[in-house]
């Protein structure tokens, strides 16, 4: 399937980070918008697109919990983790001042990293369901005292006056997205070689119930010579006081090593699964 035929999901309307980082990766692909993460990755299960673009973690924020549910409760793999620079910018109506700016409306992350921002400014927050929508409702007010903090992207898109730069407290803040398949091989030489290499793998372990399980579960990881990048807890929605753990490490699963890792782990794990094994280092910029 040559990349102009695919059909990638995403959640927000258009200019949200989400169609941003999707357009990087995929750029000669159709996008298409769904109202939330679990839209947009049912559409891959149903197999109605063929990926999905969400985001797993900022930098600055922290994990996208939503998403990790889906990851641990659904059928789709991960075949590849982008990084995305973020910067807020705040925009205003066409003719609208920074001075004349008593409201703004984004996503709570975002309102979160421009935080500071917000407090020596005495703006109000009012919440959007993204960035872009926040910038689409600012322009449908057309309220010179109403400011969405969003892309420079999304000003253009929707016709708004970008009133002040990189408003975000944090230079480095970097918004990470898992690209999600249903597990059918892409037919194109692109892709395949977008997504082939093995060289860092994401799982999710359910340990015993047994005193020492957890400790002995992330050193087996570490004494098959793999480095844990990310661990995490989350809680099994159906069961009280119940976690699994949701692990990124470096390295390949399908090797001798790898194999023998996983072998090891299963006298500590009730359950493990892979949500993926796929390259290191496909950065975006």
Not at 145 to 164: N, P, R
Request: hydrophobic fraction near 40%; glycine fraction near 6%.
């Amino acid at each position: 399937m040559a990349e102009q035929n695919l059909q990638i999901a995403y959640s927000g309307v258009q200019g949200a980070f989400a169609q941003i980082a999707a357009g990087k990766i995929f750029p000669k692909a159709e996008l298409k918008s769904f109202a939330s993460f679990r839209q947009a990755y049912e559409e891959v299960e149903k197999h109605n697109c063929d990926y999905a673009v969400l985001p797993i973690e900022n930098s600055y924020a922290g994990e996208v919990a939503q998403v990790t549910d889906l990851l641990y409760g659904g059928t789709l793999k991960i075949v590849g983790i982008f990084e995305l620079p973020v910067v807020h910018n705040l925009l205003g109506t066409e003719g609208s001042e920074l001075s004349q700016i008593k409201t703004v409306y984004s996503h709570p992350q975002a309102l979160d990293q421009c935080s500071e921002y917000i407090y020596l400014h005495g703006f109000e927050k009012r919440v959007a369901t993204n960035t872009a929508s926040a910038a689409k409702e600012v322009a449908f007010l057309k309220d010179p005292s109403l400011a969405a903090i969003a892309s420079e992207e999304t000003a253009e898109i929707y016709g708004l006056k970008v009133l002040d730069r990189a408003i975000n407290e944090s230079e480095s803040n970097t918004t990470r997205f898992v690209v999600l398949s249903s597990g059918k091989e892409p037919e194109s030489r692109e892709q395949r070689k977008l997504f082939e290499r093995k060289e860092a793998f994401t799982v999710i372990l359910i340990v015993k119930n047994e005193a020492g399980a957890v400790a002995r579960a992330i050193t087996t990881i570490g004494d098959y010579g793999f480095n844990m990048r990310t661990l995490r807890s989350r809680p099994q929605k159906n069961l009280l006081w119940s976690y699994y753990f949701y692990i990124e490490g470096e390295g390949n699963l399908d090797s001798v090593t790898g194999l023998n890792m996983l072998k090891a782990l299963e006298e500590n794990c009730e359950s493990i699964k892979i949500l993926g094994n796929y390259p290191a280092d496909v950065i975006l910029t």
